[in-house]
C-alpha cells in the first residue's frame, strides 16, 4: 500500500489543484496505478468519457461519464483500467476548505461516501464550477506573481472548490430533506478524536475524559448520529484499519497487532474475530 503525498504540479503550489485524469495518468505512469494507494489529500474525480470500476476501502464502484467519485485523506483505492477514463480531477490537503464548509459537507454526509451516480452530467451547475475552478487555477503568472493577486487567485479557487463540493454533496440524490439535523459540534470533536487516537487508546472512558463529557453523553451523541455506542464506534475505525493493513501491507499480523497498539496478537486476533466474524488471517486470505 503506497502512501501518496500531496504533491501539486506546477510552481504556484496552490492549496487546490485543479487536472485531468489524463495528465496525472501521465504524470504517474501506468504502473503507479496497478497497486493500492492511500492518499493524504482528497481527491475528486468528475468523469466524462470511460468506464470501469474503483476500489474504496474494500467498496467496488462502477463508475462511468456523468459520475462523480470522491477519495478522503486516508482512505485505501484501487484503480480499475485508468486507461478508459477522462474527465477533471481535483486535488487538495484536507485543511483547505473553511471550517464551516467543511462542517456543512459534513451535514451532508459527504464525508462518508464516495460515489455519485451523474452528478458530474454535462452542463450541470457541479461540472460548471469546476470548469470555473479550472479557469481560476490556470490563470496563474507563478512565483512571480504580485502578492495579492495570487492571495486573490488562492480565494477564489478555494471558494470555486468549496462551491463545488457543495453542489455535490447536496445533489438530488442525497436531498438535503432527507439529511438529519447537522450533529452538534461535540460529535465532530469525538469523530476527530477517534481518527486521531484510536491505534493508542480503544475505550470510550478516555475518549469522554479527553473531551470533558461524560461516558453517557458520548454514548447519546454517537447512537443519535452514527447509530453506534461510542464503544462501536471506536471499535468500527480500528477494525477499519485493520483490514487496511490486513489486505493491503505484507506486515504479519503480530506487526500488525502492534502498529494498533495490541501488545498482545493473540487479544488481537480475538478482539478483529468478535467484529468482523472472521480470524484477521483468514480475512486476509479471503480478500486477497
Do not use: C
Amino acid at each position: 500500500m503506497r502512501r501518496v503525498r500531496y504533491n501539486p504540479a506546477g510552481s504556484a503550489r496552490l492549496p487546490i489543484e485543479i487536472t485531468t485524469i489524463d495528465r496525472i495518468r501521465r504524470r504517474g505512469g501506468l504502473a503507479e496505478f496497478a497497486a493500492p494507494q492511500r492518499p493524504d489529500f482528497e481527491m475528486l474525480l468528475a468523469i466524462e468519457h470511460g468506464s470501469t470500476t474503483h476500489e474504496v476501502d474494500f467498496m467496488r464502484y462502477d463508475i462511468a461519464a456523468g459520475d462523480a467519485l470522491w477519495v478522503h485523506a486516508g482512505q485505501v483505492q484501487l484503480w480499475g483500467d485508468v486507461r478508459r477514463l477522462e474527465g477533471i480531477a481535483v486535488i487538495f490537503s484536507p485543511d483547505a476548505l473553511p471550517a464551516d464548509v467543511v462542517a456543512l459537507l459534513r451535514t451532508f454526509g459527504a464525508f462518508a461516501r464516495n460515489h455519485w451516480a451523474d452528478a458530474a452530467a454535462s452542463g450541470g451547475p457541479f461540472l460548471s464550477t469546476l470548469n470555473a475552478l479550472a479557469a481560476i487555477t490556470a490563470d496563474s503568472s507563478g512565483p512571480g506573481d504580485p502578492a495579492p493577486r495570487a492571495q486573490a487567485r488562492d480565494h477564489a479557487a478555494t471558494h470555486a472548490a468549496a462551491a463545488a463540493l457543495l453542489l455535490l454533496a447536496g445533489t438530488a440524490e442525497s436531498d438535503a430533506s432527507t439529511v438529519e439535523v447537522e450533529p452538534p459540534e461535540a460529535f465532530h470533536w469525538l469523530f476527530d478524536e477517534i481518527e486521531r487516537s484510536f491505534a493508542e487508546h480503544r475505550t470510550a472512558a478516555w475518549y469522554a475524559r479527553r473531551l470533558g463529557y461524560s461516558e453517557r453523553t458520548l454514548n447519546r451523541l454517537a447512537r443519535t448520529h452514527a447509530g453506534l455506542s461510542a464503544k462501536e464506534l471506536i471499535d468500527r475505525r480500528v477494525v477499519l484499519e485493520a483490514k487496511r493493513l490486513l489486505v493491503h501491507e505484507q506486515a504479519s499480523v503480530a506487526a500488525i497487532a502492534a502498529r494498533l497498539g495490541f501488545d498482545d496478537p493473540a487479544n488481537f486476533s480475538k478482539y478483529f474475530k468478535h467484529r468482523a466474524g472472521v480470524a484477521p488471517g483468514a480475512f486476509r486470505d479471503v480478500q486477497r
